[in-house]
């Protein structure tokens, strides 16, 4: 993995025509291009990059909690609060009590309810005919029970730029930090949901939302299909009487530091893109879940005995793809957008590589990018 981390570092020279290495002079200020022959000098440039790399490694680092600057009095902020000072471990006591004995039980309770309520009210709205009040019925439960499960949370959320609102027969796409993103937006606005069918709990919540509401859910078999998805996908849009889609591209949870690679299945159905960027203030509590260290029931537990979920979110203008614009390029448009508004850095990194290693592909560039230099090198001296 940390043999391609200098890609980015690499590519941002070349196209700036900037050398890629810099050459060991021997106190004679030779450049390459006049040299003789090849010096295993030459390579210096790429080892620094990546000792560099690994030292200030800008793709794993993202999938971990953010650092605070300074404590918010949460042992999982910090496992050495015990010895910092006799009066912080009165204040952290203090807290404990509160969080765990006042605040947790309240924020469980109302979660359920929401939950519970959504169920239920979702289910009965189902055996309506469909129309008019069928869908502003299901729009009002909808937003009644998210809301319920954002107080669950103390979530305090400040939007920003509602006229952007997305739209019927659109697709809004956002960063993703966290399985709470979903009821952040949707206690805003209601969306139709694409995912991936489940059993349990969620499975019975799924199969009551998608009575009500034309929520978009896949088998298992079905989610590797790319065309199946598109298709769905683009039926939906063309409805424009059905709910805007919410899609997270970057299809893993992020730190909310960054933005990585979008997938540009979304951005290849041709809709309005409403493009919207979350910010959360980790000072009062992490919404950041780290699925590999992590279970849900566990994560939401943290969540819940945070001191408060605080964030912000910003609807940005419409967008749609260009002319002589492939998918790629739109989402990585869209993308710089989200990061751009959100703080974010916008990175270029699949969020796979949270999971997965680092694709031959991206070695063999590397291998190509460093013997294209050498031949080039060769090439012009031999000219001279």
Sequence with gaps: RYGCLGRLECSGAKDNNHL???????????????A??????????????????IMDDEVTKRFSAEELESWNLLTRSNYNFQHISLRLTVLWGLGVVIRYGFLLPLRVTLAFTGVGLLVVLTSIIGFLPNGRMKNFLSEQVHLMCYRICVRALTAIITYHDSENKPKNGGICVANHTSP????????????????????????????????????????????????????????????????PILIFPEGTCINNT?????????????????????????????????SSQFGMVNYLLRMMSSWAIVCSVWYLPPMTREEGED??????????????????????????LKRG?????????????????????QEDRSRS
């Design 36 to 53: 003789s022959e090849f010096e295993m000098s030459d390579i210096f440039y790429f080892c620094r990059q990546g000792v560099e790399s």
């Design 357 to 377: 290693k680092v694709k031959d592909t991206f070695k063999e560039e590397q291998q190509k990018l460093y013997s294209k230099m050498l031949v080039g090198t």
């Design 258 to 290: 960054s933005v990585m690679m979008f997938k540009k299945g979304s951005f290849e159905i041709g809709s309005t893109v409403y493009p919207v960027a979350i910010k959360y203030d980790p000072r009062f509590g992490d919404a950041f879940w780290n």
């Design 180 to 243: 709470i993103d979903v009821i952040i937006l949707a206690s805003d606005g209601c969306y139709a949901m694409v995912g991936q069918i489940h059993g349990g709990l969620m499975g019975v919540i799924q199969k009551s939302m998608v009575k009500a509401c034309p929520h978009i859910w896949f088998e298992r078999s079905e989610v590797k299909d790319r065309h199946l998805v598109a298709k769905r996908l683009s039926d939906h849009v063309e409805d424009k009487t059905k709910l």
């Design 327 to 352: 998918a790629v390029q739109f989402a990585n448009r869209v993308k710089a957008a989200i990061a751009r508004q959100g703080g974010l850095v916008d990175l270029l990194w699949d969020g796979g």
């Design 20 to 34: 890629l290495y810099k050459p060991y002079s021997n106190g004679d200020n030779r450049d390459l291009d006049h």
